[in-house]
């Protein structure tokens, strides 16, 4: 109730509302206007059947028939009066019943209500707020950078245009402020001369729009863009745009690079600096059955061995793990670190599937930018494409036809086929031909799209071998952006970041720390004067100058910093 008095201030105080009462006001006097005129009759025709009532009683009985009450204590007799009295019961049906309704929520009830959301929603941001994120429109990947930002403690808001949208979002917890994206006070509302980053992810056009509005108002603030189509990189880019992204195209060139036999063994997932996180099955390596300390992996070749991925599920390591053959191994450490591991633990010998093709199931901008990829490393593929016109456009490797039908994916070659990828921008059908595609073959390699991240584990459920998520490719790069020093890994839930080395461990060695005992995260390198140390040796005294590079699943990074101090 205390907020009362200042939504009724802000209604009345505005413009529309104003007009709205008005209009009511109208209303109201014509509908008093036409209970007096009922009541002046009425004593005439009292008067003409021989009695006499008073003022009171005329208006009592204009409003009881009007509202159709009719108590029937007072009626007239005679056939005028019958008459007059259905006239005033119709007219009371239609102005009273009607009328008065609609109009009282059309201008007062509706627009009263507009004024709560109004005045509930957010119009600006507080005084003193500097170095957020401002974002320009709610989508997968944006959901997932606000996830990021929160969790690492970063401002943000989000700029709504609808204000009942913007109270639905505001009511989930969503810091947002109402207005149009394309006004310049819009952005002055949000004090985008202060903001550390706009994020742009709408459409081409109004992005162009929105980026035009910024620049008008500072040329200082970084902005990254989303772009829909490759034409419109170079529009994009003219305003001034720090970065743009086409998310589509690097999401179908991430899922070609994963395949098996296309590029390195070790499939490199991120990279910071010199360091480089890397990705390769058990099963193809002599470490599949080893304990943790009988490998001497970082002895032999110089990188770390960080953890073990199997169906979506990260599983930190310790002394006594046992390393399993049907997971993933995820390595730390330079790219000669990495080409020393694939030297002395590669067994499997991949040149047997160099003949064998790749189906790509779905030839949108994902599954186009995936066989352009397959293409520049020789490799065969087909395309499976429901749309004849894209189908026509591609060749000879596109095939026409449901990737759900079975002939039609013995037609493309699934039954030779190395891989499969998986493209559709619709996470159920992507569920559903994975499951399918298992159960033809299930020894198919499976990579997988997801838009949503709630659909990870259910891809990982259904058979696929390896699911990368379209919003967190793009909240990651976007990531990348804001915070240089951190980053986070196409694996979902993985994480690396910077660390100023903690008093506590400063004069420790590595090994004295137990970092990765008690919190799960893995020390992969260190930065000291300038320098950065990959894989560096345990026994070395941390000083108060050294900078940790850790990684480790979100759990891990918040207990690290529940352990050592918050970052």
């Not at 080395?501 to 020390?523: D, Y």
């Amino acid at each position: 109730m205390k907020f009362l008095p200042s939504q009724i201030l802000y209604f009345f105080q505005n413009k529309g509302s104003q007009r709205n009462l008005a209009a009511l006001a109208k209303f109201f006097v014509f509908l008093l206007c036409m209970v007096t005129l009922y009541s002046v009759l009425f004593h005439l025709i009292m008067l003409y059947e021989g009695k006499e009532y008073s003022w009171i009683t005329g208006i009592y009985w204009a409003l009881t028939v009007m509202s159709t009450l009719g108590f029937g204590d007072i009626t007239f007799h005679t056939d005028l009066g019958l008459l007059f009295t259905i006239v005033v019961l119709l007219s009371g049906v239609v102005f009273l019943l009607i009328m008065l309704p609609f109009s009282f929520i059309q201008f007062f009830y509706a627009p009263w209500l507009e004024a709560q959301t109004r005045k509930r929603t957010p119009r600006e941001l507080v005084k003193g707020v500097s170095g957020h994120v401002i974002i320009t429109h709610l989508d997968p990947i944006t959901e997932r950078l606000v996830e990021k930002l929160k969790r690492r403690g970063y401002d943000y808001v989000i700029i709504v245009a609808d204000a009942q949208r913007g109270m639905e979002l505001h009511d989930q917890g969503y810091k947002i402020v109402v207005g149009e994206p394309d006004d310049p006070d819009t952005f002055l509302s949000v004090r985008v001369e202060d903001a550390a980053l706009v994020v742009i992810t709408n459409d081409d056009m109004m992005a162009t729009n929105i980026s035009f509005t910024i620049r008008g108002i500072t040329a200082k603030v970084p902005i990254v863009a989303a772009a829909d189509k490759e034409h419109s990189l170079d529009i994009l880019n003219f305003p001034g745009n720090t970065q743009v992204f086409l998310f589509m195209k690097m999401l179908g060139e991430s899922l070609a690079e994963r395949v098996r036999g296309v590029g390195r063994l070790t499939k490199i997932v991120s990279s910071f600096d010199q360091l480089h996180i890397a990705e390769i099955p058990v099963s193809q390596t002599s470490l599949g059955g080893l304990l943790l300390t009988e490998t001497m992996l970082r002895t032999r070749t110089g990188a770390t061995l960080v953890g073990l991925w199997e169906k979506g599920q990260f599983e930190a390591l310790h002394a006594k793990t046992i390393i399993n053959k049907s997971s993933s191994l995820l390595l730390a450490g330079t790219l000669a670190q990495l080409d020393c591991f694939e030297e002395k633990f590669i067994i499997t010998d991949l040149s047997s599937e160099d003949d064998k093709l790749v189906l790509v199931l779905g030839g949108g901008r994902v599954g186009l930018a995936a066989s352009q990829v397959l293409d520049g490393y020789g490799v065969k593929y087909r395309v499976v494409e429901k749309s004849s016109a894209v189908v026509a456009r591609g060749g000879v490797n596109f095939v026409a036809g449901d990737a759900a039908n079975r002939d039609v994916l013995i037609e493309a070659g699934i039954e030779n086929a190395r891989a499969a990828i998986i493209t559709t921008h619709d996470d159920a059908a992507n569920i559903y031909l994975t499951f399918y595609c298992r159960q033809l073959r299930p020894d198919i390699q499976i990579i997988s799209r997801a838009t949503n991240e709630r659909s990870v584990s259910k891809l990982h459920m259904a058979g696929a071998d390896l699911v990368m998520s379209y919003a967190s490719m793009g909240a990651n790069r976007i990531m990348k952006v804001f915070k240089p020093d951190e980053g986070s890994l196409f694996i979902e839930g993985m994480n690396f970041f910077v660390q100023q080395i903690p008093g506590a461990l400063v004069g420790k060695t590595l090994a004295e720390s137990n970092v990765r005992q008690e919190t799960g995260c893995s020390v992969v390198a260190l930065r000291m004067d300038g320098e950065l140390l990959v894989g560096p040796d345990p026994t070395l005294p941390l000083v108060k100058s050294t900078e940790l590079i850790l990684i480790g699943n979100a759990d891990a990074e918040k207990l690290f910093g529940e352990m050592f101090g918050e970052r």
